[in-house]
């Protein structure tokens, strides 16, 4: 990729919420996970946070053909004391 490509792909993929190929054996871990597309990096990966993966902050280098956008997930918000 040309630093054009990796730009407009940056600015494509930059804060979507995207689930991943569960069935490609090295991302299985987060399958059932949403996660949330942090930048694009100069090889053209997907730097990938995931929402609720065992309250983990790292960021993970994904290559964009393994990845799906979905919609932003539903807040998790807490039921009200009753």
């Known amino acids: 990729m040309t630093g ?6 940056r600015r494509e993929y930059t804060d ?4 991943v190929d569960a069935r ?11 996660g949330q597309v ?4 100069m090889n053209g990966r997907a730097l990938v946070e ?9 960021w993970y280098d994904i290559e964009l053909d393994y990845l799906k ?5 539903a807040a998790n918000i807490p039921p009200a004391p009753g």
């Open 16 to 19: 979507q919420y995207v689930v």
């Open 50 to 58: 995931f929402l609720d993966y065992h309250r983990n902050v790292g």
């Open 24 to 34: 490609r054996p090295e991302l299985a871990r987060f399958d059932g996970y949403v």
């Open 69 to 73: 956008v979905v919609d932003k997930p």
């Open 38 to 41: 942090k930048t694009v990096n």
């Open 4 to 9: 054009d490509q990796i730009e407009r792909t």
